[in-house]
């Protein structure tokens, strides 16, 4: 169902589940309500560190949980056997989700039972799992970004406990859902809070560098004394290099289990950087601006281009000022778009945003909406640009070399400048259709990790246990997973990759 207007959305795709909900979002307004904003940890800070704050960077009362797996740490180095024994675990809570959820099929979703790998510490703690509703034994439910993906579920009606989450994201949630203040809890960036009611638990709030105000959550649990189990939830993420040294996550800190978005983890998917994508979508559009199209009868003196970005009711920002920035212009955005823009605490983006889309060269409009037909006619209500660019900006539109093997080594991820990826005009093909004055280009801008960047982050940073929880719906996708997480641990083990030497270059 959807949380904005209620319509039932379980005949429809997942996709256009998302579409249906962000459409919603961007034709929805009000006020913000106030703010409850929480208190830092009276715990003395850990021993490593910490950084600086970051900028952008109904009921089911019959509900079962799956049992989580067990991330206890152990200062004992591991066995074989023990590894198999923890192996067949995994393989078991996968093989008893995948059934539950072929039994559940039908079923409203908070009448489901909640997948192990959104549940922490055995219970108290679930991450995005508001479609379940009041999930047995959670005392704390963390949200990791405001994408309706993470969101589902969590509407004006909430009152199954307390919600935690960035202060973006806290904005949005009472602005956009009309969830009741007292639900909703902000949490600080990069320092520690005590989870009430779920003793010895501490969470740190980490830039996941994804949409604004996405959150990593660096949970630490200290039980009676013992060795802290350190676990960290990526939501949706892109790593960076700010992951890998970051003072609590790069080595020698442990970190026991790590619940990894892995939206790309295939070979295939070593797209280029997002600054190098802005970069020639910005040479693109400095040199198309330039240019009159031949095809007008009236040439103007000077031509004046017409820029669409397909957005998400809160993502793609960075491009829109990418693009902005090279034209020196304005962005557009509808009035029913702009509270939730506003709502992002972007000096930067809120500086270049305007209602009148006559002064804006930069447009941001639905993703779904943007193809080569729509374009002419978008063109023809906006009589004072003389030809029009679609960018569709998504890193499943990413097509490798032909030179990259597909089953490469990771060496040769790490260090192969073929691996490098970068972006470039002469790349760019508009999609079919495209005309003089109006063409498509579906880019590789993504705000998850590329294969590259997972692969990385992974070889570089002392972790336990992996917990994939992207694709994991086969048992063919997590096997392709689970390959390429051992991969890593192997390499771990050589501690042969450290971030900024030669060829391990972001």
Known sequence: MCPICGVELSNLSPADRNAHVNGCLDTETSTLPPATVLVPSTAPPPTQGSSGKSGWFTKSPGLKTNTPLDSTPSSKPVSAFAKLMSTNAEAQAWASTAKEQAEQHGMRASERTCPFYKILFNGPITVDAFRYGAVPGCKAYFLSHFHSDHYVGLTSKWDH??????PVTANLVRLRLKVDPKWVHELPWEDW?????APGIRVNGIDANHCPGSMLFLFEKNSNGKKTTRV?????????PEHLTH???RPPNKIDTIYLDTTYLNPKYAFPSQSSVITACGDLCTKLNSTSPSSLTNRPSKPRLLILVGTYSIGKERICLGLAQSLNTLIYAPASKLPTLHALNLPSLTALLTPDPALAQVHMIPLQQLDTPSLSEYLSRHP???HIVGF???GWSYKPPTSRAKEPRVEDVLWGREWRSRYSVEEMVPVKGATERARVYAVPYSEHSSF???TMLMCGLE???VVPTVNVGSEKSRSAMRRWIEKWERQRGRKMFVVGEDGGVW
């Open 161 to 166: 406990g307390p919600i935690y989450c960035s």
């Open 193 to 197: 809070f005590d989870i009430p009611d």
């Open 232 to 240: 960290l939830h990526c939501g949706d993420f892109r790593a960076c």
């Open 247 to 249: 003072p609590l996550l």
């Open 384 to 386: 004072t640009f003389t």
């Open 392 to 394: 569709r900006p998504s």
């Open 452 to 454: 590259r960047e997972l």
């Open 463 to 465: 972790v336990g246990k």
